[in-house]
């Protein structure tokens, strides 16, 4: 009797701290958890690219993770979201190579974009031409090479796609108004990741690093993750404590020749 007595005096002591850990471990798990979908829902919008206009970094079909943001924050590098009448009803998603005040350039001495009379290194562009078959938008792409000049006005950017000759881009439109420029305002987000088939983030590229104002930083969707993974980690440990403190206890009781 005891031994007994003893054995169930213990248990439930080390029991009872033990299930509060666990219930305080369990309940922040759910706000590490919950707090971070909630976070990533605010902070970012999902968006499915229909065209091959972003290839290689983005493919016709891929589900893209985009942060929303103001249009007064894209830098030079960035891929965005945005939409303006005058291309396209529908949002549509382009990389932003000049802002205010640049002087963007086809072709330099190498064949180079250059801005502000800087060659781009763009290891993130396709010059081929499109695949028979996939969604193309009305209108026929510049072909890669073409000459151009243009001074990006203040509060526009230039943007280009990285399959340059699949792309209706700004240099579809140079004979407009603006030069084929749209407005910071048009822009509604920055891709930051992309979702579906893979899961990547997407990099800076390093060629806009030496310019005025640099490259944007990566939006919080890694520290978001970490969230997620962390609560449901704690979740499952804290919702665990309690069975595997049983399956111990009875092994312990068997051992001492309680039943």
């Not at 891929?79 to 640049?102: A, E, H, N, Q, Y």
């Not at 072909?143 to 990285?162: I, Q, R, S």
């Not at 060629?207 to 005025?212: H, I, K, Q, R, V």
């Not at 704690?234 to 111990?248: D, E, I, K, T, W």
Request: glycine share 16%; aromatic share 6%; with cysteine.
């Amino acid at each position: 009797m005891g031994g007994k007595q003893a054995i169930r005096g213990g248990r439930d002591g080390r029991g009872g701290l033990g299930n509060v850990l666990s219930g305080i471990a369990v309940a922040i798990g759910f706000a590490l958890f919950l707090g971070g979908f909630v976070w990533g829902a605010v902070v970012y919008q999902p968006y499915t690219v229909p065209t091959d206009s972003m290839m290689p970094t983005v493919r016709p079909g891929d589900r893209v993770l985009a942060q929303r943001i103001d249009g007064g924050e894209v830098r030079r590098g960035d891929v965005v979201i945005f939409t303006d009448s005058l291309w396209s009803d529908s949002p549509m998603v382009k990389r932003v190579v000049g802002v205010g005040g640049d002087t963007v350039k086809c072709c330099g001495a190498g064949g180079e974009l250059t801005v502000n009379g800087t060659a781009l290194d763009e290891p993130y562009i396709d010059d081929t031409k499109p695949d028979s078959g996939l969604a193309m938008p009305a209108g026929q792409a510049p072909a890669p090479g073409t000459p151009f000049e243009v001074t990006v006005p203040e509060d526009n950017l230039f943007l280009l796609g990285d399959r340059r000759a699949a792309s209706l881009d700004s240099r579809a439109h140079l004979q407009e108004a603006g030069q084929g420029t749209v407005p910071r305002s048009t822009v509604s987000a920055r891709v930051d990741a992309l979702a579906w088939p893979s899961q990547t983030m997407l990099e800076r590229p390093r060629t806009y690093e030496g310019l005025p104002g640099g490259v944007s930083r990566p939006g919080p969707l890694r520290l978001q993750v970490a969230a997620v993974v962390a609560g449901a980690v704690l979740v499952l440990l804290g919702a665990a404590y309690g069975p595997f403190v049983r399956v111990l206890g009875r092994g312990r009781r068997e051992r001492a020749g309680v039943r």
